[in-house]
């Protein structure tokens, strides 16, 4: 039976990403990823994330792909007693020509395998999921996929999504809180542009946020109680067109809707040790919240980012990864993403429940928060320091 440095379990965003990336180092490694239906979300990325992206490879030619954000629009929609004021973000306040682009996540992960396969080295990519992991006395895993084939490997990445079997069997720390909430998300345009400005219309139960794409495309993603969402996905295309209207406040004239309609149940899952005994989490294995302020996939590819540095920082290119390198890289790795998991897990929380919050002190805050960002330099230069991800 071969054994491989790494075992990377999951083939989404963020497992192909770091396939591809060890891969260059010429470390050994055996990828489970199988084959996923198509994802019609799109990511928007920050431009830390893309300028990650561009200098590792992964994608050096973002304007080919994403759609640029250069403003970000807020508005309160709630017919609350207290309501906040209109807020307008430019990126060329952060210094930047944009805050980032909008990737169709569809368009991405072919990027992120095809840097892959063009890596010098070897990988052993397995098309199937794994069933089983079993750890020997001499601490390498051996992990059973379900064709009942066996791998052997000294480093295990568990980038196997919010259900990770890795995270459950390795007995990681973490809370988990199902929302009342899912997201709805879709294709449309507007009769008018949006041009290159993210709107979120913030209502009581969640923003109803429209990202602008290529070709005047909007991305709608929408935060609501499952029951509404369920109700808007069982109507027909005219009458849920209508809907996009009246949810936009008739700014930008008729909407056409160009997709499926999609809904994804929302939970928040929080942990603060994402790595140990030679076993690391990424992406959603490791923190998943609700898609309010882009965070998602931006914290996922810095844990790729970060287990890289870890990787170098202990074990030269091209050289074997020991089992004690192993234990090496998962301490250091959390040591790396403890302090982002707390920051970023505690902003996205923060954020989401004042916007749900009925809580009269709670509107007061969230309020004044939205004065301030609008008028206090300071503050608004902090805002876009941590949505940025720095
Ligand atoms: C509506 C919505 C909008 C979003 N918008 C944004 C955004 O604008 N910006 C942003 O930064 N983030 C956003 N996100 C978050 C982002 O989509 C996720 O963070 C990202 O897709 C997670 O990627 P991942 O690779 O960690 O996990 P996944 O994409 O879940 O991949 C996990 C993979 O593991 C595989 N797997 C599972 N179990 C096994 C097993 N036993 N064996 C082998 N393989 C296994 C699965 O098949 C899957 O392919 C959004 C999320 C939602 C729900």
Known sequence: MAEYDIAIVGGGLTGAALAGLLKARGKSVVHFAPVMEK????????????????????CPDPDALGYP???????????????????????????????????????????????????????TKVEARVGLIDRQDDGVFVITDAHQNEHRARLLVGADGKKSMVRQQFSFEFDEE??????????????????????????????????????????????????????????????????????????????KLLTKRF??????????????????????????FPPIGAQGLNLGLRDVESLIEAIDEVSPQKQPLTRADADRVSALYAAKRTPDLIKTGGFVDGLFKSLLSDFLPAQLLRLSGLWALKSVSPLRKLAFKIGMGR
């Open 263 to 288: 809904v994804f149940p929302l939970s928040n899952l929080h942990m603060r040790v994402a790595g140990k005994d030679g076993v690391v989490l990424v992406g959603e294995a490791a923190h998943a």
């Open 69 to 123: 954000l250069r403003q970000i629009r807020i508005i309160d929609a709630t017919n609350r007693l207290l309501r906040g004021p209109e807020a307008l973000f430019d990126s060329r306040e952060a210094g930047h020509e944009q805050f980032g682009y909008n990737f169709p996540n569809a368009d991405l992960l072919p990027r992120f395998q095809a840097f892959a396969d063009d890596q010098p080295g070897e990988i």
């Open 178 to 255: 199902q929302f009342a909430q899912s997201a709805l998300v879709c294709d449309f345009e507007f009769e008018r542009s949006i041009g290159d400005c993210s709107i979120e219309f913030h209502y009581e139960n969640g923003p109803f946020t429209l990202v602008p794409a290529h070709n005047n495309k909007i991305n709608l993603v929408w935060l609501d109680q499952h029951k509404v969402l369920n109700e808007a996905l069982a109507l027909s295309d005219e009458k849920f067109e209508k809907l996009l209207e009246d949810k936009a406040n008739h700014l930008f004239g008729h909407a």
């Open 39 to 58: 994802d019609f979300r799109t990511s928007a990325l920050m431009m830390p994330t893309v300028e990650f992206l561009q200098d590792s490879g992964l």
